[in-house]
């Protein structure tokens, strides 16, 4: 991509060089744009020797490449960034001010993708204008790369730090943000993930092979497209990566169960993908069991909580509840059967007999089926891919 990076004058322009960097090792063009306060906190040399091309900051340069340079890199550039973006700057573009290089630029750039990287001191961020001209801004479709919270520049401790480039570049590149603003925005979603393992004593469980990969690449990709999570997870070595995920960490089916029927009532889409034991010894012992010898040991097992058929049960008008069918023989019957016995608006369905799917794989091969009988076939993609094609046809499902 030939990308355009805006800097104005922030503290934070100093992350802007590892910005640029980013993109040219990922193979991408960049164009730095900076007002006259950015030259303050990053120099000239640097972006130019980072970017490989001449900085364009003076709307009046002799030296630029054409007398209308902020319509000429409009028609080179495919994505514009502006970070940090000022108070100053937001403002100037919601009220369509074109004063300098940069917000001439901003002005002619309208048609392509304009994500804006706010950074700021609390109270600044808080403020109403600045509130009223971010809303203005992504009612336009700009897409705003929320700031973190932590310790500002001043030595106050708030939201208004710019996101780091290494996330700011995940976003751009991959795509991560196009619904950042959209149906998923502030939405709040429900995901279970991993095995749960059920104790028979202090030593041994009832578990099986799931590894958490798919309800974690779940999570991942809704918070990328601006949802809030909250990830349930049995036991994985698998971490999350985005400040939009609340992990809660579970062992058995019943503190699965308790989790989500905490959480249920208050979300507006949930996606069970854990692979939740449904049998459990009657009774854990305390220590650990001994042998008892060639007469072989007998567990009674009782059933555990049902938390799909019982979310199924309490789910509201304008929830969305989504299962997943992991099959070894009559899949398409089972997974429809499934659907409409636990009350849900979609299942996933995959097969242990397609090779690369299932437990443990990075890969998944997946038939998404809706309550009107739809199904959809995917072939074997990344577990990440997969969880792309699930989320999109959430969201289609949430238009209607």
Not at 122 to 134: D, G, K, L, S
Not at 250 to 270: G, H, I, K
């Amino acid at each position: 991509m030939r990308i355009v990076i805006g800097i104005t004058g922030g503290i934070a322009a100093y992350k802007v060089p590892e910005l640029v960097r980013l993109f040219r090792k990922g193979g991408h063009e960049v164009q730095c744009v900076a007002t006259a306060h950015a030259l303050n906190f990053v120099t000239p040399l640097t972006l130019e020797t980072l970017s490989g091309r001449r900085l364009y900051s003076d709307l009046f340069a002799p030296a630029n490449e054409h007398s209308t340079e902020h319509v000429s890199l409009k028609d080179w550039g495919d994505i514009m960034i502006v970070a940090p973006a000022t108070a100053n700057i937001i403002g100037k573009m919601a009220c369509g001010i074109g004063d300098d290089a940069l917000s001439t630029l901003l002005l002619a750039f309208g048609g392509k993708p304009i994500y804006v990287c706010p950074a700021m001191n609390t109270q600044m961020m808080e403020n109403a204008a600045v509130e009223r001209n971010i809303g203005t801004l992504k009612g336009w479709g700009v897409r705003i790369i929320e700031p973190t919270e932590g310790e500002l520049a001043c030595g106050a401790v708030g939201k208004g730090r710019m996101e780091e480039p290494e996330r700011i570049y995940d976003i751009v590149v991959n795509g991560q943000m196009s619904n950042a603003n959209g149906r998923l925005s502030d939405k709040q979603v429900l995901v279970t993930a991993g095995p749960t393992y059920e104790r028979i004593d202090s030593v041994r469980f009832i578990g099986n092979y799931s590894s958490g990969k798919m309800g974690f690449a779940l999570a991942e990709e809704f918070a990328r497209r601006g949802a809030k999570v909250a990830l349930v997870s049995g036991p994985t070595s698998l971490t999350v990566n985005h400040r939009g995920i609340e992990r809660i960490d579970v062992e058995s089916a019943q503190q699965m169960y308790e989790a989500c029927m905490e959480r249920f009532e208050n979300c507006d889409v949930a996606v069970l993908s854990a692979a939740v034991a449904d049998y459990r010894p009657e009774q854990a012992y305390d220590g650990k069991m001994k042998k008892k010898g060639d007469s072989g040991m007998v567990i009674r097992l009782v059933q555990t909580p049902d938390i799909l058929a019982t979310l199924g049960k309490r789910k509201g008008e304008g929830q969305l509840l989504v299962g997943f069918a992991l099959e070894t023989t009559n899949e398409m019957a089972y997974a429809q059967e499934k659907l409409q016995r636990k009350g849900l608006d979609m299942i996933v369905l995959n097969s242990l007999r397609d090779k690369g799917a299932g437990f443990g794989t990075d890969t998944n091969k997946v038939t998404i089926i809706d309550r009107q009988g739809k199904a959809t076939e995917g072939g074997l993609k990344s577990k990440a891919d997969v969880a792309k094609d699930i989320i999109d046809a959430i969201e289609s499902r949430m238009v209607q």
